[in-house]
C-alpha cells in the first residue's frame, strides 16, 4: 500500500522504511509494540544498515519512538491530534490542490484521467483497504502536481499520521462512497485546470473525512 512511486530508484533503505511504516500504519505493528531490528531483518529481508536507516526516518516521521536503553517502540496513536492535522491539512491541501490545478505539467494531468478511470472500480468493491490505497495515490500524487517540495514531504507526513487514525477507526466507521466522487470533482479540476474548484473539493473533502472519523471515536 505505501510503496514507492518507483521500486527501481528506491533506495534498500527507503524499501525498509516503505515496508515498515506499512506494517505501522496498518496496525501490523500495533501502537505501544516494542520494535526489533533482528525481527524485522527476517520477516522483510533487509540487512541491518537499511533497517536501521529506516528507523531513524520513521522516528522523525513520529511512527516511532527511540528510548535510550529501553529501545524502539511504536508510536502511541492519539486521536486528539485529528483536529490538529486536519486543521493543518484543510489549508496546505487546499492550496496544494489550487496549485496542482496550476502547475500539472500534460503528463501529470493524464495521470490524473487514468486515476479518474479507476474511481468507478473503486467504487464497487466492498473492501475499504482498496478505497484507502486510491486515496492515498491520488493524494500524493496530487502533491506532486503542486511542484513545490516542502508542501510535498509536509502532507506526506500528514497524511500517513492521519492515516495510522483512519485504520484505527477502520471497523467504525461508513464506507466513505461520498469520497469516490469527491475525487472525481477533484481530479476534473485539475485536468480542466480550475484552481478554485480544486480548492474548495479539497476543502470539502478532508472535512468530510473530519467528521466521519469523529464521529465513531
Known sequence: MFQPDADEAASLSERAAYRIRELIVSLELPPGAPVSERELME????????????????????????????????????????????????????????????????????????????????????DERTLIELDQRIHRHVYRCAHNPFIESTLNEYYILTLRIWFLALDRVPRLEHAVTEHRELLEAICDGDPRRAEDVMRRHIEGFERAIRAVL
Open 43 to 126: 520477516r522483510l529481508g533487509f540487512g541491518r544498515t537499511p533497517v536501521r536507516e529506516a528507523l531513524r526516518t520513521l522516528a522523525q516521521e513520529k511512527l516511532v519512538e527511540v528510548y535510550p536503553r529501553r529501545g524502539i517502540v511504536v508510536a502511541p496513536v492519539d486521536v486528539g491530534d485529528l483536529a490538529a492535522l486536519s486543521e493543518a491539512r484543510i489549508v496546505l491541501e487546499s492550496f496544494a490542490a489550487r496549485c496542482a490545478a496550476e502547475r500539472a505539467a500534460a503528463e501529470e494531468r493524464t495521470a490524473a484521467r487514468a486515476f479518474l478511470a479507476e474511481l468507478p472500480g473503486a467504487a464497487d468493491e466492498h
